[in-house]
């Protein structure tokens, strides 16, 4: 079972340049989330969808921008890389709200230089 | 908006009972509590959740106060592979669910 599938595993990028971060589930949830994880800190909400065609900013939306074409696909844009937007970055879906148990990806490891 | 507080980090020797405390003062009526853990280079996984009654599954237990304003994460007997972080996270405005910076569990042989 695939599950979340993230893509690319890691990448290095330089400041400036844009980048997308690919999200596929094949579970048919409705909730999808993009987080980023930085040293020694815990998860940071990016931004999340409900369901297709809709979506919310998180705490740390700047910077980042999200669509939700379909239920399978929640790509992730840096529309112009900094060096701090360096991080690992998490996509997860769920089937419901509140009750639904998050499924995640394997993470993203993003280098900015 | 509801958030929570845990410890930094705790200890605990291998084949001994665990107890993961989490403060949610704020919670509201209809915040459910998750808790999920996240191993070393991995993604986080899922552990528990519950919303007023105890909740057990092949993992843990989850202990919920019975105001609601705090709850533990009980691994009955830790293992190695428990080393781990642990979140302790309550629904937050539709599917805004934030996770906090976590407990890092060390497990002592």
């Known amino acids: 079972t695939a599950g979340i599938t993230q893509a690319p595993t890691s990448q290095i990028l330089a400041a400036g340049r844009s980048m997308t971060l690919r999200c596929t589930q094949d579970m048919r949830h409705n909730a999808m989330y993009w987080y980023r994880q930085d040293l020694g800190l815990g998860l940071r909400l990016i931004h999340y969808?409900?369901?297709?065609?809709?979506?919310g900013k998180g705490e740390v939306p700047d910077g980042y921008s999200v669509s939700r074409a379909n239920t399978d696909d929640f790509p992730l844009t840096l529309a112009s890389a900094v060096p701090s937007q360096t991080s690992v970055y998490f996509c997860a879906s769920s089937e419901e709200r509140n009750t639904g148990e998050l499924f995640f990806g394997e993470g993203s490891r993003l280098t900015v230089l | 908006d509801a958030k929570t507080t845990q410890p930094n980090s705790m200890e605990s020797n291998e084949e001994e009972p665990v107890h993961l405390p989490c403060n949610h003062s704020?919670?509201?009526?209809?915040?459910?509590i998750h808790w999920y853990r996240q191993l070393p280079s991995q993604g986080p996984e899922y552990v528990i959740h519950?919303?007023?009654s105890n909740v057990n599954n092949r993992m843990a237990s989850l202990a919920i106060a019975e105001d609601r304003k705090s709850s533990t994460l009980i691994l009955h007997r830790a293992t190695l592979r428990d080393a781990a972080v642990y979140y302790c996270?309550?629904?937050?405005?539709?599917?805004?669910?934030?996770f906090g910076a976590g407990t890092r569990l060390t497990v002592k042989p």
């Open positions: 969808s409900n369901t297709a065609g809709t979506t």
């Open positions: 996270i309550l629904k937050y405005n539709n599917n805004d669910m934030r």
């Open positions: 519950g919303l007023t």
């Open positions: 704020t919670i509201s009526g209809t915040d459910y």
